[in-house]
């Protein structure tokens, strides 16, 4: 299972901010969903901010605290 963040707040009508709060209710429910099916852990959605390096590095610590094996990426240097 795969969380794609840009689709949802589009879907949402949210704003992904750079501390991506607003996303801690769909992670949680991708995270128990995969569990409860008993399906290995979801992957995360992109980062999109491709230079901010420190951002990236928080929102993927976020991602592995929360339960998600890993994140997609969409550049080279991620």
Avoid: K
Avoid at 11 to 19: A, E, L, P, V
Wanted: net charge negative.
């Amino acid at each position: 299972m795969v969380f794609g963040a840009a689709d949802f707040t589009l879907d949402m009508n949210m704003q992904w901010t750079r501390d991506e709060t607003e996303l801690a209710p769909a992670r949680a429910a991708i995270v128990l969903a995969s569990r409860a099916a008993g399906i290995e852990p979801p992957i995360d959605t992109v980062w999109a901010r491709l230079q901010d390096v420190d951002g990236l590095r928080a929102s993927v610590q976020t991602s592995l605290r929360m339960g998600f094996q890993g994140r997609m990426c969409i550049h080279p240097d991620q």
